[in-house]
Structure formats: C-alpha cells, structure tokens
C-alpha cells in the first residue's frame, strides 16, 4: 500500500461544475498537506498548503483535511477550462527540519466548454 | 524576476551512457530539491542540496548524483543510464531559512528518454 493514494481519473465535467479531488494517505506522522496543479510539459504549482483539519479557502478553491479519516480534499468551484490540468496532493512529515513531499499520482482533470 | 530553470529541455540517451541536468534556482532561493516524475505518477524525490552539500536523500541508487555551485545552481547526474530513468526530472527550489520550506516553486522539468 502507497503512502499516499489518489485516483488518477481522468475526470471529466462541464464549465461551470464543482469539482472535488481527493486522496486518502496512511501515514499519521503528516502534518502538512498541499495540492499542487501540474499543465501538460509543466511542472507543478502549488496551489494551496495547510496543516490542521478544517477548511481553507483561497477564491474559487478550498482545502480540506480530515486527519481522524486521513483523507483530504480539494474543492473547485465555478469550474473554468482553463483548470484543466493534472493536481497533484502531497504531504509532509517535517524531519529534522527539512520538508520532503511525498506526492500522490496526480488526477486529471478535464473541463469541458 | 525569473523563476526556476533548467536545461536542457529534452534529451534522449542510449542506454549504459551518462547525462548531466542543470538547475538555476529562483532568485533569493539557496536550497535546491531534485525529482523524478515517471508518467502518469507523482514526483519522486531524490536529494536536497543546501550550502553545496546533500542534506537529505531519497530511495535512489548511486548513479544518481549532484552538485551545488557556490551561486546556488544545481546539477544531476545519473550514470549507467537505464531504461527505466527515462523520466521528466523536476528541480524545485525553496529558502532555507523561511518559515514552511515546503514552499517549493518547480520548474518545468527536463525530458530525459533513454533508449
């Protein structure tokens, strides 16, 4: 088992949708989750971070973290074709003061006009 | 100000040679992270260089190496190149001292094909 699991889709919804993105992971010693979102022949942005369980929203995205069920999620709404793109979740356990990400395998995402 | 770049932007290899990759880190960045993203997976990580010494190293075999020049750029080399490297190879990098060094900015990665 990885440590971190996300489907790879692709996921396909119309302009406009809610989108919702999600990975399950198994190792309880992370403490920070981020989502990164990767274009085609790019490499990954980071979109968002946070470290506690809640929500966090930043425009049309929201990060969720629900560490009881070691499951987080990223929320888009308002969907534009322009977010097609692979997101990539990853996480941290901060050792020794150094911050190594491990990622997911990234979901596609397609939105359509 | 630009952001993180690398060079080259593709390469293809035969098997058994040995490549070079390079690595310019954002402007006012010091701490340069290393990756290998197979398709269709997530990045891998493979070493952090600070103050031009390895600080932390992933599950890679020695053939992986690398450097950091005094000006903070970074270099990967691989040796014996195997199939199973052809990968886009990812530098991020990030500021030592800042609080969160998981703030890493990604360039855009080099293609390497080894046939």
């Known amino acids: 088992q990885k440590e971190v699991e996300q489907d790879p889709g692709p996921l396909s919804v119309p302009e406009g949708a809610i989108v919702s993105l999600n990975c399950t992971y198994s190792n309880s010693a992370f403490q920070y989750f981020m989502w990164y979102r990767q274009y085609s022949r790019k490499g990954p942005e980071l979109l968002m971070y946070t470290y506690s369980s809640g929500n966090k929203e930043d425009g049309r995205f929201t990060a969720q973290v629900d560490k009881s069920s070691k499951y987080i999620s990223l929320f888009i709404r308002d969907s534009q074709p322009s977010d097609s793109a692979t997101y990539l979740c990853a996480m941290i356990t901060p050792s020794g003061g150094s911050y190594i990400p491990t990622f997911g395998r990234g979901t596609s995402l397609i939105v359509h006009p | 100000d630009a952001g993180v770049t690398q060079s080259p932007t593709h390469l293809i290899k035969t098997r058994g040679q040995q490549v070079t990759l390079r690595c310019s880190p954002k402007s006012g960045h010091d701490t340069v992270s290393w990756y290998q993203q197979a398709l269709g997976q997530g990045p891998q990580f493979i070493f952090q260089?600070?103050?031009?010494?390895?600080?932390q190293r992933g599950n890679f075999p020695d053939r992986f190496s690398g450097h950091q020049f005094p000006n903070y750029s970074s270099e990967l080399n691989v040796n014996a190149l195997l199939l199973g490297d052809s990968a886009l190879y990812l530098c991020?990098?990030?500021?030592?001292?800042?609080?969160?060094?998981?703030?890493?900015?990604f360039g855009p990665g080099t293609r390497l094909t080894v046939t």
């Open positions: 991020a990098s990030s500021f030592h001292a800042a609080t969160g060094t998981y703030e890493q900015y």
């Open positions: 260089y600070y103050e031009e010494e390895e600080r």
